[in-house]
Structures are given as structure tokens and as C-alpha cells.
């Protein structure tokens, strides 16, 4: 390899690595431990829209406050939130993550969720089970507070 080769490869590679780190700087930052779910499993295709990104829910993936759910016709999700609360997404859906409070330490608990069109099926988990006034789950027609551990609910 040539000194001109060996120049234009190097000046390649400090560009590739300058705008690394700009992705880097200009993702938000997020604490370590501040997500409040994760996909459990991921059947077709479900979209995660964070910010300006529209990402591909994978199993793992970790579900953030004002985290819009989508998921195709046929598709499904399985998500399970810190305090084990399960939220299956149904096909066809369009949901958001509102708030999530889980400190039982301080007695704070508070989940809201805002189902646009499609269905899912909740589960309680410890806040629905502690504190079910804090659970909310709003469509466009109705909101449903939670007083029983598992209901299915649909939005047209």
C-alpha cells in the first residue's frame, strides 16, 4: 500500500470515528437504570418510536416513558414492567407509555399507558396489586382504572 493510500485510509477511519461520537453526543443521555420495561418477546413486526428514531422491537429491549408502540397487522409484543406488571400488545396496535412510578420504598406508584387503536391485555403486577388507583390505561372513548389483576381492553 502506497503512502497515499495508507494517508486516504487513515483520514477515512478519523472520519468514520468523528462521527461516531457525534451519534453518540447527540443520543440523549438516559440514566443507567432508567427503563421501565422490557420486550419480553417480539412475534412480526412491532416499532418502538423514541424521540426522532423509529427502532425494531427486539426480545430485551429495554421500554422508556414516552416510549409509542406500533405493531403491524399480525404482530405482537410481550412486555414486562419492573414491578412485573405484563402488557401484551395485540396485532394492529398503536400504544403509549404515559408514566411509570415504582418506588415502593417511598410509597410512589404510578402507571399510565394510552391505547390509540388495536388491543392489549394487562396484567397487574406489584403496583396494580399496592396502589391500583395509580393504574391507568386511557383509549380514546374511555379510561379504565384497575381493580382486578387481568383484563383485556381494545380501542377502535
Given at each position: 500500500?502506497?503512502?497515499?493510500?495508507?494517508?486516504?485510509?487513515?483520514?477515512a477511519i478519523r472520519t468514520m470515528t468523528t462521527l461516531a461520537a457525534l451519534c453518540v453526543l447527540a443520543t440523549p443521555a438516559?440514566?443507567?437504570?432508567?427503563?421501565?420495561?422490557?420486550?419480553?418477546?417480539?412475534?412480526?413486526?412491532?416499532?418502538?418510536?423514541?424521540?426522532?428514531?423509529?427502532?425494531?422491537?427486539?426480545?430485551?429491549?429495554?421500554?422508556?416513558?414516552?416510549?409509542?408502540?406500533?405493531?403491524?397487522?399480525?404482530?405482537?409484543?410481550?412486555?414486562?414492567?419492573?414491578?412485573?406488571?405484563?402488557?401484551?400488545?395485540?396485532?394492529?396496535?398503536?400504544?403509549?407509555?404515559?408514566?411509570?412510578?415504582?418506588?415502593?420504598?417511598?410509597?410512589?406508584?404510578?402507571?399510565?399507558?394510552?391505547?390509540a387503536k388495536g388491543s392489549a391485555i394487562y396484567s397487574s403486577g406489584k403496583i396494580g396489586k399496592l396502589a391500583p388507583e395509580?393504574?391507568?390505561?386511557?383509549?380514546?372513548?374511555?379510561?379504565?382504572?384497575?381493580?382486578?389483576?387481568?383484563?383485556?381492553?381494545?380501542?377502535?
Amino acid at each position: 500500500m502506497g503512502s497515499n493510500n495508507r494517508t486516504t485510509a487513515m483520514s477515512a477511519i478519523r472520519t468514520m470515528t468523528t462521527l461516531a461520537a457525534l451519534c453518540v453526543l447527540a443520543t440523549p443521555a438516559r440514566a443507567a437504570d432508567d427503563h421501565v420495561a422490557l420486550f419480553k418477546n417480539v412475534v412480526g413486526q412491532v416499532h418502538v418510536q423514541r424521540g426522532d428514531a423509529s427502532l425494531p422491537a427486539v426480545p430485551g429491549m429495554q421500554l422508556f416513558i414516552a416510549d409509542h408502540l406500533t405493531s403491524d397487522a399480525g404482530a405482537s409484543a410481550g412486555i414486562t414492567f419492573k414491578d412485573g406488571t405484563l402488557l401484551t400488545l395485540g396485532a394492529a396496535s398503536d400504544i403509549k407509555v404515559r408514566d411509570y412510578v415504582f418506588e415502593p420504598k417511598q410509597a410512589k406508584y404510578g402507571f399510565s399507558v394510552y391505547l390509540a387503536k388495536g388491543s392489549a391485555i394487562y396484567s397487574s403486577g406489584k403496583i396494580g396489586k399496592l396502589a391500583p388507583e395509580s393504574v391507568k390505561v386511557d383509549t380514546p372513548t374511555a379510561t379504565v382504572g384497575v381493580r382486578g389483576t387481568r383484563f383485556i381492553i381494545e380501542a377502535q
